[in-house]
């Protein structure tokens, strides 16, 4: 079994920046690709941000590229979500991810083997 424990989160004003922090724990022999995805209230959970291939590799979803940065931890059990310039469609409920990899989505699709609990991310708009 896989644990995923997350950190940050909050609210904050449009423009502004938050960070997030996964650390991933348990049996993680299989475990090759650790992201973030996140839920806004009415839309379908959308992939973020991920780190595979022992943390050398680095996928950013295309709604967020170039204001969100990924940084792999120590290589695979610890990344970091960096959310930089935040609009009000960046709220919602941000789920850390791990699966065997390498991609955690495909066309939108989900492939991950564990879930963590969701942090919250407000954009007071």
């Known amino acids: 079994q896989v644990q995923l424990l997350e950190s940050g989160g909050g609210s904050v004003r449009p423009g502004g920046s938050l960070s997030l922090s996964c650390r991933m724990s348990g049996s993680t022999d299989d475990i090759d690709a650790l992201g973030w995805f996140r839920e806004a209230s009415g839309k379908e959970r959308e992939g973020v941000a991920s780190?595979?291939?022992?943390?050398?590799?680095?996928v950013i979803g295309d709604s967020v590229k170039g204001r969100f940065f990924v940084s792999p931890g120590d290589g695979k059990h610890l990344i970091r979500l960096q959310m930089n310039s935040l609009t009000c469609e960046d709220s919602g409920m941000y789920y850390c991810?791990?699966?065997?990899?390498?991609?955690?989505?495909?066309?939108?699709?989900?492939?991950?083997?564990?879930w963590g609990q969701g942090t919250q991310v407000n954009v007071s708009c």
């Open positions: 991810a791990a699966g065997r990899g390498p991609l955690l989505w495909i066309d939108s699709k989900p492939y991950v083997q564990y």
């Open positions: 780190v595979y291939g022992g943390g050398r590799k680095i």
